[in-house]
Structure formats: C-alpha cells, structure tokens
Nanobody, 125 residues
Framework: EVQVVESGGGLVQTGGSLRLSCAAS????????IGWFRQAPGKERESVSH??????????ADSVKGRFTISSDNAKDTVTVYLQMNSLKPEDTAVYYC????????????????WGQGTEVTVSS
C-alpha cells in the first residue's frame, strides 16, 4: 500500500526559509513522479514543483522559480522528496500537499494517484 506523508510546515517571516519533506512509502515503481501542490484559502489547488524518477528537468512553477528547489532520495521502497523554500513571501502561504504517481512527470492535480494530508505553511509579513 502506498502512503504519502508530508512534514516540515510552519510559521516563518517574509524572506525566511522552510524545508518540506514528503515520504512516499510502498512506492516500488520503476517510473514515478512526485509533486508538490499548494492550496491557499479560497483558491484552487495549484502546481508548485515536481520531480520524476529520471530526475531530468525538475519542474518549478514560475511563481517559485529561483526560490524553491525540489530534490529526492531513494531507499528500498520509499522515495523521499524535499522542497527547499527560500525567500518566502506572504503569497506562499498555503497548505502544501505532496502527491505521487507511478508514471513520468505530470503537473496537473488529476494526474496524481496518491496524496498526503497536507502541511500548512504560513508566511507572515
């Protein structure tokens, strides 16, 4: 059974940094993609950053490019993905969700099969 668990959210001041972690266990697919999405109050869930098993061309949304970095580590049946968030802005405030899929990279919510519960990030001005 695949489980996706996020951690690392919290409250930070503008310009600060946070690192989110996502552990996808029971994930034994040859090809996979894991992505971070976020949802601010009253807004739709949006794509943030994505990485695939090929690790070619990680994706970052324009709104976070140059500030966020996605990376991954593989263990036996667990893939851990990190999202390093620097120079945080109040508009980055949202619940951040990690999602996984047993295919190559995708950027849309509907493309992902497995979701975590989310971790809240609040950036104060």
């Amino acid at each position: 059974e695949v489980q996706v668990v996020e951690s690392g959210g919290g409250l930070v001041q503008t310009g600060g940094s946070l690192r989110l972690s996502c552990a996808a266990s029971g994930f034994t697919f040859d090809y996979w993609a894991i992505g971070w999405f976020r949802q601010a109050p009253g807004k739709e869930r949006e794509s943030v950053s994505h990485i695939s098993s090929s690790r070619n061309s990680p994706y970052h949304a324009d709104s976070v490019k140059g500030r966020f970095t996605i990376s991954s580590d593989n263990a036996k049946d667990t893939v851990t993905v990190y999202l390093q968030m620097n120079s945080l802005k109040p508009e980055d405030t949202a619940v951040y969700y990690c999602a996984a899929r047993p295919r190559d990279i995708g950027h849309r919510v509907w493309q992902y099969n497995y979701w975590g519960q989310g971790t809240e990030v609040t950036v104060s001005s």
